[in-house]
């Protein structure tokens, strides 16, 4: 006998309730529970004298629908006690809705920031007093270029005169703060993001122990990039067992009190940079939630044309999009990138017009809102949208440049990030986002 998957038990379960609550009018509403273990439950509310025959049909239709995936608990609102239905109404209030009476709610272990309401940027990027942008450079896929290009963004701002802080939160393979070091040698900060987090929810820190300066002329011109490392890897820092003790989950407050709140707040208060750019981790890691989960005014995600990178990017642009249309609310703004363009000009050709057909194929299915009948209406970014010059799904190519696979100090490659044409185009995609007149 076939297997049937924890997803296929899900979908059938889905169905079954669905069509059981259709026929059922004395069922009020129901919520279905994919607990810790992949095992399904179900909350139900309905009038008392019912209760055994809806308890005997909701089993009848989900023992054959879920297979073993079926825990068999019922739980029905109208013999619990009054903290049972806290439980309950809190278990149909995280549901996402699938009708107007079915919920579905998860249970999960961990990435928690993946599931959770998406929360608002610690402060607003415009009006009358508005704080420096926070910017997190993203990507499913390692390897395509996203920290050269965050690098590139901070340099060209730097040579501006304007003021850049850099935190590096790809915890798990850090390399911004050594890229944009304080001198030739490499120096970076003695302590960084790892220690911030661990310390921080002890006290007030000082900040000034956490970044470094990348102030040098060959590299920052007249401007300043000041980094928070993710931490030290030298002997002795302990840098591995600080990482496995920390708690990335999402605070019960929205973020207000997570550790990188706490960061950016004192980053902006300290430093008062003119932007603030982050380093994500790659794929579907925990810190790449928590970025990509209210944190940033802005994302720039990296992909490539092979079909690893467009499902991840699906999983973020469902997330940053379709999810939030569905709860009638903005998208998260975005810049897509095309990144390791091949160098062939024939080549490069075909995939770039591959790359944005794809593009705009999966932003209409998974970010952009239907188009509105008031002709009038841009709260949202909308299908009709996609025709713009700078629409998100609009990617800004990135080609790949054998200059910046190997080089021994960004001094040496400094200028070629300042003044590559396609580096200094998606700076300008980014920091047009953030202009008074543009607002």
């Given at each position: 006998?076939?297997t049937?998957?924890?997803?296929e038990?899900?979908?059938?379960?889905?169905?079954?309730?669905?069509?059981?609550?259709?026929e059922?009018?004395?069922?009020?509403?129901?919520?279905?529970?994919?607990?810790?273990?992949?095992?399904?439950?179900?909350?139900?509310?309905?009038?008392?004298?019912?209760e055994?025959d809806?308890?005997?049909?909701?089993?009848?239709?989900?023992?054959?629908?879920?297979?073993?995936?079926?825990?068999?608990?019922?739980?029905?609102?109208?013999?619990?006690?009054?903290?049972?239905?806290?439980?309950?109404?809190?278990?149909?209030?995280e549901?996402?809705?699938?009708?107007?009476?079915?919920?579905?709610?998860?249970?999960?272990?961990n990435?928690?920031?993946?599931?959770?309401?998406?929360?608002?940027p610690?402060?607003?990027?415009?009006?009358?007093s508005?704080?420096?942008?926070?910017?997190?450079?993203?990507?499913?896929?390692?390897?395509?270029?996203?920290?050269?290009?965050?690098?590139?963004?901070?340099?060209?701002?730097?040579?501006?005169?304007?003021?850049?802080a850099?935190?590096?939160?790809?915890?798990?393979?850090?390399?911004?703060?050594?890229?944009?070091?304080?001198?030739?040698?490499?120096?970076?900060?003695?302590?960084?993001?790892?220690?911030?987090?661990?310390?921080?929810?002890?006290?007030?820190?000082?900040?000034?122990?956490?970044?470094?300066?990348c102030?040098?002329?060959?590299?920052?011109?007249?401007?300043?990039?000041?980094?928070?490392?993710?931490?030290?890897?030298?002997?002795?820092?302990e840098?591995?067992?600080?990482?496995?003790?920390?708690?990335?989950?999402?605070?019960?407050?929205?973020?207000?009190?997570?550790?990188?709140?706490?960061l950016?707040?004192?980053?902006?208060?300290?430093?008062?940079?003119?932007?603030?750019?982050?380093?994500a981790?790659a794929?579907?890691?925990?810190?790449?939630?928590?970025?990509?989960?209210?944190?940033a005014?802005?994302?720039?995600?990296?992909?490539t044309?092979?079909?690893?990178?467009?499902?991840?990017?699906?999983?973020?642009?469902?997330?940053?999009?379709?999810?939030?249309?569905?709860?009638?609310?903005?998208?998260?703004?975005?810049?897509?990138?095309?990144?390791?363009?091949?160098?062939?000009?024939?080549?490069?050709?075909?995939?770039?017009?591959?790359?944005?057909?794809?593009?705009?194929?999966?932003?209409?299915?998974?970010?952009?809102?239907?188009?509105?009948?008031?002709?009038?209406?841009?709260?949202?970014?909308?299908?009709?949208?996609?025709?713009?010059?700078d629409a998100?799904?609009?990617?800004?190519?990135?080609?790949?440049?054998?200059?910046?696979a190997?080089?021994?100090?960004?001094?040496?490659?400094?200028?070629?990030?300042?003044?590559?044409?396609?580096?200094?185009?998606?700076?300008?995609?980014?920091?047009?986002?953030?202009r008074?007149?543009?607002?």
């Open positions: 006998m076939p049937k998957h924890l997803d038990a899900r979908k059938d379960a889905i169905v079954a309730l669905k069509s059981l609550l259709a059922e009018a004395s069922i009020e509403r129901a919520v279905l529970i994919d607990d810790l273990f992949g095992r399904i439950r179900v909350v139900v509310w309905g009038s008392q004298d019912r055994g809806h308890r005997r049909r909701i089993s009848d239709a989900l023992e054959p629908a879920a297979g073993a995936f079926w825990a068999g608990e019922i739980w029905h609102a109208a013999r619990a006690s009054d903290a049972d239905r806290l439980v309950y109404v809190r278990a149909w209030n549901g996402h809705p699938l009708t107007d009476r079915l919920r579905l709610a998860d249970r999960i272990r990435r928690t920031a993946w599931f959770s309401p998406i929360s608002e610690p402060w607003s990027a415009f009006g009358e508005p704080g420096p942008p926070i910017v997190v450079f993203y990507s499913f896929k390692g390897g395509v270029g996203r920290t050269t290009a965050l690098a590139a963004f901070a340099i060209q701002r730097a040579r501006v005169g304007e003021r850049v850099v935190l590096d939160l790809d915890l798990d393979a850090p390399g911004a703060g050594t890229l944009l070091a304080a001198d030739e040698r490499g120096t970076t900060a003695e302590w960084g993001v790892v220690d911030y987090f661990l310390e921080r929810p002890l006290g007030e820190v000082d900040l000034r122990d956490y970044y470094h300066a102030r040098r002329t060959p590299v920052t011109g007249g401007g300043e990039v000041l980094v928070v490392p993710a931490g030290s890897l030298e002997p002795g820092r840098y591995l067992g600080k990482l496995a003790r920390l708690d990335l989950e999402p605070s019960p407050a929205g973020g207000a009190g997570h550790p990188l709140r706490f950016l707040e004192q980053v902006r208060t300290e430093i008062d940079p003119r932007w603030i750019c982050i380093d981790r794929g579907l890691s925990e810190p790449a939630g928590l970025l990509l989960s209210g944190t005014h802005l994302h720039v995600l990296f992909g044309s092979s079909e690893q990178s467009w499902r991840g990017l699906a999983v973020v642009l469902e997330r940053i999009g379709a999810s939030r249309v569905r709860e009638d609310r903005t998208q998260l703004d975005c810049v897509l990138v095309h990144a390791m363009v091949p160098e062939d000009a024939a080549a490069a050709k075909a995939a770039r017009g591959s790359f944005v057909a794809r593009a705009l194929v999966e932003f209409r299915d998974r970010y952009y809102a239907p188009d509105p009948e008031d002709p009038d209406e841009d709260r949202l970014w909308y299908v009709r949208d996609a025709e713009a010059s998100p799904h609009a990617p800004v190519p990135v080609s790949y440049q054998p200059k910046l190997q080089y021994a100090l960004i001094d040496d490659v400094a200028d070629h990030l300042a003044e590559a044409k396609e580096l200094v185009v998606l700076s300008e995609r980014i920091a047009v986002r953030f008074p007149e543009e607002a």
